[in-house]
């Protein structure tokens, strides 16, 4: 099963939603959508607008293959599970978002980490599919180490020396 996600952002993500409709009806592997606000609506897929986020974890556990957008949130939880996301950002030339951040943020991700497939052609994504277990192999996977608990801890410092006026 893949499973795509385009996240809860106000603008539509037409140009995944319907790619990968249109792929899933030339091949065989179930393909669940999450479309946000996206207006347009799969014909060959199983989709909702909005999953629950218990629906949303199980997809991501379940699923061979996972493509998000660009939201670092969403790439990351697929990542801590263990799995190399497809991350398709959104593109503010194409209205699906209001500035180049979710492009610039993968790009510096996947040069650092190489653990993601990065696709900004969306042409190049049903390549990416067909090939994504060998390719896969040849990632360079750098270990992503997530920052998030030394972040805290130093935040609790400074906060801690500020109330205490050190």
Known sequence: MIFVTVGTHEQP??????YM???AADHDEEVVIQSGVTSYEPKNCRWQKFYSQVQMDEFNKDARI????????????????GKTPIVVPRQPKLVEHIDDHQVKIDRVFKEQYDSIFLIEDISTLGETIEHYDELKEKLGNREYV?????????????VNSLMNGK
């Open 146 to 158: 997530s920052n998030t608990a030394a972040f805290c801890e130093r935040f609790s410092d400074i």
């Open 66 to 81: 996972v493509i998000t957008h660009g939201g670092p949130r969403c790439f990351m939880e697929v990542l801590h599970l």
């Open 13 to 18: 993500f037409t140009r995944l939603v319907e």
């Open 21 to 23: 409709d249109k792929w």
